[in-house]
């Protein structure tokens, strides 16, 4: 095992990102395919994904400071996706490679926009905290999909410690998801892991029961928009109408921005509201990485809704 590290002073950044990085292969179909039929593909988009991957790139679009803690193969998707990561100024200092193949998603994106994911990662050894420097970043706030629990854990542990804002992107029930619940401060849940979770079809009774293990709770559900909880108050907030080419990317992009405007020191609701509209404009183009606004791109559409920008600097 060999780590990308950087022999540099303690870093501050913005927001580490923890877990998840695939290389991914999205193709547009104009229907779902049936039993044993076979379709053809209008258009092949090959990039860079996962959660935590995608959000560190997300931070670094919009003009934050990212780094991505997580494993990639010692074949060629990790070494483009490296290359790829290292393009878009996130640090790699934690990235960890292996000789396991890099996860690979093949993604299925239907004329509406929605789409349906298969992906294979293969059984790598969890990373520990001993595989990383604890020392080597000072990061505003934390992000964590789930997909690393136990380096995660460790790393929540020092959050506390240090009174460091932790994000999680919940996106289904698993053994991450789960074991990360008494280390968030932030919980950002799809329907999906709500539902799973707390056995409510109610979005509004589940994310209650949610408020019981995280402070801050904020349940997506697409283009419905969120459903939000914090202590005893709850609201909710519509999606931002776009034109959907691919929904891809747009729970990552949500995640990152999310996590920055913690990190910059944004009110909960203003924080949801930069986070909604980076997520709607992640499903104006094909595929996941390349779909990620920029700041400019978001501010822009900000400002033509009267809203407020995303600051480039702590509030």
Partial sequence: MTSERRREPVKAIDVLCVGLATHDLVMTIDHHPGADEKCFASSLLSCGGGPAANAAVTVSRLAGRSAFAGCLGRDVFGDE??????????????????????PLSVILVKPDGNRSVACYKSATAPLKISDINPAEHNPLTMLFDGHEPTLSIALGQIAR???????????????GTVELLP?????????TFARQFTGQSNMQAAAEILSRHAPFVVVTL??????WRLGAQRGKM????????????????FHGAFALAIARGLEFSSAMRIASAAGALCCTRLGARPAIPTLAELNSFLNSRGLRSLPQTRQ
């Fill in 81 to 102: 996706h490296h290359r790829e990561l290292l393009s878009e100024r996130v640090d790699t200092g934690w990235v960890v490679r292996r000789a396991e193949p890099t």
């Fill in 161 to 175: 410690r240090r009174g460091i804002p932790t994000v999680l992107d919940a996106g289904s029930v698993h053994q």
């Fill in 183 to 191: 280390h968030t401060d932030y919980l950002v849940a799809s329907a």
């Fill in 222 to 227: 697409g283009g419905q928009g969120l459903i």
């Fill in 238 to 253: 519509p999606a931002f109408r776009v034109e959907a080419v691919d929904t891809t990317g747009a729970g990552d992009t």
